[in-house]
């Protein structure tokens, strides 16, 4: 065998294997962004979903913000305070604190905006008639879960918590979270969702945490990748070479 056609048998062979090895990932790559640039993300951000947050209609005088941070203080220790928000909690005006304790430990405080007296984190039915509140349209709630913690493929996952997670009974199988302490409606998940975060872990071959762009598989194929396209034109060109002589 000739060095030239020795050389075009290596080139074939490597371009044959590489293109088997990482053709499976390259489809998923292809689906994936179709997937991502023929949907709407207004939809599987669950907006359309989402009514607007509630004005609020505060008619009395409200408590100082200091009243509610010596209230604070008084009974948690306080490093730093990163925020105060005034916010509307089912019509009642409220206080959000939000302070650093420790090492960048951030935690979150609920005070009634009239009497600057701290109040407990959203109850369960405060939770769901919230979430009722926000959804857009009067479907009935099917189930009301309470979490602590969630896994790194969670749904929820790298958001407030505590927080309920109230399933409606729609069409689109939506999920409202609320952060309990946060006094909040923090995410809106229906199916669309769901099959777009099945697909960024595929797409992003980061199936620990899914949002890890930086990951070692990820570069290992990006680089398979380029010798893929390489190899093929190589190919080309050497093809073209023996197609001459």
């Not at 905006?113 to 405060?126: H, N, P, T, V, Y």
């Amino acid at each position: 065998m000739s060095t030239n056609h020795h050389l075009h048998y290596l080139i074939r062979r490597t371009h044959r294997y590489l293109g088997v090895f990482i053709g499976i990932q390259f489809l998923l790559w292809t689906l994936g962004g179709l997937y991502f640039s023929w949907s709407d993300m207004d939809y599987i951000h669950g907006d359309y979903q989402r009514k607007a947050p509630p004005m609020l209609r505060v008619q009395d005088s409200l408590a100082s913000p200091n009243a509610v941070l010596n209230n604070l203080a008084a009974k948690h220790p306080v490093d730093q305070v990163a925020s105060i928000q005034l916010i509307d909690v089912l019509g009642k005006p409220c206080y959000r604190v939000e302070i650093v304790h420790g090492m960048h430990h951030k935690m979150f405080f609920l005070a009634d905006a009239k009497s600057g007296q701290l109040r407990q984190a959203l109850s369960k039915k405060e939770a769901v008639e919230m979430a009722k509140q926000q959804f857009n349209g009067k479907p009935n709630v099917t189930k009301v879960q309470y979490l602590s913690a969630t896994s790194s493929h969670h749904e929820y996952r790298e958001s407030p918590l505590p927080a309920y997670a109230i399933r409606f009974d729609h069409p689109s199988r939506t999920t409202v979270y609320v952060a309990t302490e946060m006094g909040m409606v923090t995410k809106f998940r229906n199916e669309k969702w769901r099959i777009f975060d099945f697909l960024w872990m595929l797409h992003t071959m980061d199936y620990q945490s899914r949002d890890n762009l930086g990951n070692v598989l990820l570069r290992v194929f990006s680089i398979l990748g380029l010798c893929t396209i390489a190899s093929g034109f190589l190919l080309f060109w050497v093809s073209r070479r023996t197609v001459k002589a």
